[in-house]
């Protein structure tokens, strides 16, 4: 038999999953020398490109500007796109051994953790990545419904999910029309009642993960004013110290910048964005009906641990915040695949640097990987995503050359697209979806939006002709 | 970031050892995973101490007996700890600023994994990349 890899016998990868961390794993594929490979990417949304497209704030259409990138890569003649096809569903991991050497998971971090509080699934309590969802027209989550007839919200998390919520809660419907936001959340959001938004960090603002650019564009909204409260930005003596010690300009800019929402004088702008620091909540309170009416919240000071990290430790100081609704948005998890080996702890799947691990063997499953959020937890930028793929990447190869992969008995490329077309006879290919793009910016452009998303599979599919 | 994206790719593997166990079988255990360090626990799991090859080769040195040596004749047992959530920045501050390798983790008492300043610097390295990155397709 020829060598695996070549042009007589290219190496087939079957990649779970279409975001960045897919993508840029087939980008480390294609980009090795003398390697041949034939990629087929599933997703199971008709979709491609998963959080730049469900989870990018709509407002920050430059960060999604990154599908450019995986656009090119998808036209590779050795790619190929099946969209709607679910794994678990359609499609096994026992069908994809049948047909492929290598197959990497790309899932990324689905499901969100909860803050463990009283009160938490009252109504008016969600997970604010259903809103992120919901907003950016997810098709699993465009029926959600979310009273925004009540007047102060609670965003609990200063990470850029949290940040995100709070700024879409605070725009104006003309700032949301120029954006790609889906149509029907721009009409729920253009009836909002919403006037005070708070953002709660547990810790200080020298430790809030938010960036700088995502700090000073809050000061940016048309008819929201930003405040903090003087006491919570003024630093204790501890990050005082370390700030002193290990003078960060990155930190110092933020803080002052968060400092200078203290001073700053209501505009009369209709809406008031609170972040707040040092606090916790609690416990969430309900009226009759089982709606949220408060948040009980505890303040929190600052310890040091062993290796120097400040975490909030709660006082006994309380407050009681009055708000209507709650996003909760304090870390992300993945969720597992069907039969593949998952790390309860970490949330994702159980893995040595990008390969899966056998959890009774500890020895990697051949032929099996993983890459971005799925494989280490959601953590950094998109762009993060790339060195972390081409580490799983460089263990793909590297147990290539070992002879290290599965065995497939179907390797010919049509012999899976029949087996697809038996199973989800409705797949979209990167054809369908290079259309689907097409009909959404110019149902965009006749309403001056950049793009006017379909958010149900179904129109989808029937746009393309399926 | 948190120290726990490091611990998540590291699998399921926490290399121990006890500390009555000889200083002979740690190397055994060092060299057949290639590693640098090993965490010592007693028999409840809690994290007594730590063994590093620099340990065993400073004690070699002057010591021709060392490999009969128990482990816990020659670990540090003033071990520093960290937490899954304990910022990956702060951790490499201190571990540079405090010259030591290696870093167990502990979450409720139980040992649940080890970093190492290598593993830091990477992550840390890879978030710089990621964020050049990111820029880089924003101006293109």
């Given at each position: 038999m020829t060598l695996l890899g070549t042009d007589s016998n290219p190496l087939r990868v079957a990649v779970i999953g279409s975001g960045p961390s897919a993508f840029y794993a087939v980008e480390a594929l294609f980009k090795q020398a003398a390697l041949v490979a034939q990629v087929d990417m599933f997703d199971r949304?008709?979709?491609?490109?998963g959080l730049v497209r469900?989870?990018?704030?709509?407002?920050?259409p430059k960060i999604k500007s990154v599908t450019k990138v995986y656009e090119k890569l998808a036209a590779n003649p050795r790619f190929r796109f099946y969209g709607n096809v679910e794994l678990g569903k359609h499609v096994t991991v026992a069908d994809l051994r049948q047909f492929y050497h290598q197959i990497l998971y790309a899932t990324g971090a689905q499901s969100d953790r909860r803050?463990?509080?009283?009160?938490?699934?009252?109504?008016?309590?969600?997970?604010?990545t259903e809103f992120v969802a919901w907003y950016n027209g997810h098709p699993d989550y465009r029926d959600h419904h979310f009273d925004?007839?009540?007047?102060r919200v609670a965003v609990v998390g200063v990470g850029n999910v949290a940040i995100d919520v709070a700024r879409i809660l605070s725009r104006t419907p003309q700032e949301l029309e120029?954006?790609?936001?889906?149509d029907y959340a721009i009409d729920a959001l253009r009836n909002s009642k919403i006037k005070e938004v708070y953002l709660l960090g547990r810790r200080g603002p020298a430790q809030a993960a938010f960036t700088n650019p995502e700090v000073k564009e809050l000061?940016?909204?048309?008819?929201a004013d930003v405040f903090t409260l003087p006491d919570e930005v003024q630093l204790d003596e501890l990050s005082k110290a370390e700030m002193a010690s290990d003078p960060d300009p990155t930190i110092q800019k933020k803080v002052e910048m968060l400092q200078g929402y203290a001073l700053h004088?209501?505009?009369?702008?209709?809406r008031k964005l609170y972040i707040r620091f040092l606090v916790s909540p609690t416990e969430l309170v309900g009226d009759a009906r089982g709606n949220v009416v408060k948040m009980r919240i505890v303040h929190n000071t600052l310890v040091k641990s062993d290796t120097g990290t400040l975490s909030a430790k709660a006082t006994d100081q309380t407050e009681e915040l009055e708000v209507g609704m709650v996003f909760r948005s304090v870390g992300y998890r993945g969720a597992p695949l069907p039969d593949v080996p998952f790390n309860d702890r970490w949330g994702?799947?159980?893995?040595e640097h990008g390969r899966v691990i056998d959890?009774?063997?500890?020895?990697p499953r051949v032929g099996e990987y993983t890459s971005g959020w799925i494989k280490r937890g959601p953590s950094g930028?998109?762009?993060?995503?790339k060195p972390d793929s081409v580490d799983t990447v460089n263990g793909m190869i590297e147990d290539l050359q070992k002879g290290a992969t599965l065995s497939p008995t179907q390797t010919n490329t049509a012999s899976v697209e029949q087996f697809i077309c038996n199973h989800q006879p409705r797949f979209i290919t990167f054809a369908d979806w290079l259309k689907l793009d097409q009909l959404e910016v110019a149902n965009g452009a006749k309403l001056g939006r950049p793009r006017l998303k379909f958010t149900n599979v179904e129109e989808m599919l029937k746009a393309v002709g399926k | 970031m948190k120290i726990d994206a490091i611990l998540?790719?590291?699998?399921?593997n926490v290399l121990t050892i006890r500390p009555d166990q000889s200083v002979r079988e740690a190397v055994a255990l060092l060299s057949q995973h290639n590693i640098g360090a090993l965490v010592v626990v007693d028999v409840n799991g809690t994290v007594v101490g730590i063994l590093s090859e620099r340990d065993i080769v400073r004690r070699a040195a002057h010591d021709?007996?060392?490999?009969?040596?128990?482990?816990r004749q020659l670990m540090t047992d003033k071990v520093v700890t960290g937490t899954p959530s304990d910022d990956l920045d702060v951790v490499l501050r201190t571990m540079t600023a405090r010259h030591f390798r290696h870093l167990p983790i502990v979450e409720q008492g139980k040992l649940v994994g080890i970093v190492t300043i290598g593993d830091v610097v990477k992550a840390r390295l890879d978030q710089y990349r990621g964020e050049v990155d990111n820029l880089h397709t924003q101006i293109t």
């Open positions: 949304l008709p979709t491609p490109y469900y989870g990018v704030a709509p407002d920050h803050m463990g509080i009283p009160g938490e699934d009252l109504g008016g309590s969600h997970p604010a925004l007839s009540v007047e120029k954006t790609d936001m889906a000061a940016e909204m048309e008819d004088q209501p505009s009369g702008k209709a994702v799947i159980l893995n959890p009774n063997t500890k020895q930028v998109i762009g993060t995503n | 998540a790719i590291k699998g399921m021709e007996q060392v490999f009969a040596l128990a482990v």
